[in-house]
């Protein structure tokens, strides 16, 4: 079978590089620029026939990618590729998962239908699944699913000696047995009420059983970093040295990194999310999959 052609929208050049040697596909060539009206201009310069395409694009900050990536799968599909996929690392618009106010829009409905008309297939690494069970309740394709838990536990266990791992609320407690449970080490889950998108207020109950241990603070999602940062002082107050931070994707809106920063001894991410933190490389992780549904 001819390798698949690998397409670089607006945002996802650093994604290609990689991703593309691991599958061994061939990298396509696609123009974008804007128009002085802020329109957007996308041309194919690759012949696609009847060949299998990835367009590699993580959807951090998705409403400024979202429409070149739209019309890259339009503009694919007309020139006769055989199959558009995407390969996403960070999937967007997973939090607005029901109607909490009247009139409210529930977005991650909305996107996946927006996403499923115009693409043959989708991988992502964990897609921030709460009320749904499966991402198949809301996309209508294929869909692969990249866990990084494993490799953010044997990160740990190679890098930290004598971890407590520390979750920032119940509904993590899953998700942080998985990681402790491949890193050898306790757990601990954050008991967390939010008054606002930015204020929390946590306690942490049985820490004391821990004190000597080096915490380390895992979520799946770091995006205004506040309730990581109240987690961090939490603990120091309790008797813990600065706890250390690994997350999966690294959003850091704003200073979120910065505020983050001054409450633990260090961040570590995965590469879901280009940042100065990523040194967890989920790459070949997100080849497998991707071979799985070529």
């Known amino acids: 079978m001819r390798p698949p052609i690998i397409f670089a929208p607006p945002g996802g050049e650093r994604l290609v ?7 061994g596909a061939k990298a396509g060539v696609l123009q974008h620029r804007q128009f002085p009206d802020g329109e957007t201009y996308l041309r194919i310069e690759s012949d696609v026939a009847e060949r299998d395409v990835i367009l590699a694009c993580s959807l951090d900050r998705p409403d400024v990618k979202l429409l070149p990536l739209l019309f890259a799968a339009d503009t694919l599909h007309e020139l006769g590729a055989r199959r558009v996929g995407l390969v996403a690392p960070y999937l967007a618009y997973m939090r607005q998962d029901i109607r909490f106010q009247p009139g409210e829009a529930v977005t991650s409905r909305s996107f996946a239908a927006i996403l499923s008309r115009r693409l043959d297939w989708l991988v992502t690494v964990d897609p921030h699944l709460h009320r749904y069970h499966a991402l198949a309740e809301i996309y209508r394709i294929p869909t692969q699913l990249v866990h990084a838990a494993p490799l953010m536990a044997s990160w740990i266990k190679q890098n930290i000696a004598r971890p407590v ?3 920032p609320d119940l509904e993590s407690e899953q998700w942080v047995a998985q990681v402790a449970a491949g890193a ?4 601990l889950v954050c008991e967390k009420q939010r008054s606002g998108d930015r204020e929390v207020d946590i306690s942490i109950p049985n820490a004391a059983a821990f004190l000597g241990r080096q915490a380390v603070l895992v979520d799946d999602i770091a995006s205004s970093g506040r309730t990581l940062a109240v987690a961090a002082r939490q603990l120091v107050d309790l008797g813990f040295a600065p706890p250390d931070c ?15 920063g001054k409450h633990v001894a260090r961040i570590v991410s ?6 100065a933190s990523n040194a967890i490389d989920l790459t070949p992780a997100v080849a497998e999959a991707v071979r799985a549904l070529l």
């Open 270 to 275: 995965t590469n879901t999310v280009a940042h």
């Open 165 to 167: 791992i520390v979750g």
């Open 184 to 187: 050898d080490a306790p757990f």
């Open 17 to 23: 590089q990689a991703l593309g040697p691991a599958l």
């Open 246 to 260: 690994v997350v999966v994707h690294p959003l850091f809106a704003g200073d979120a990194a910065q505020v983050l």
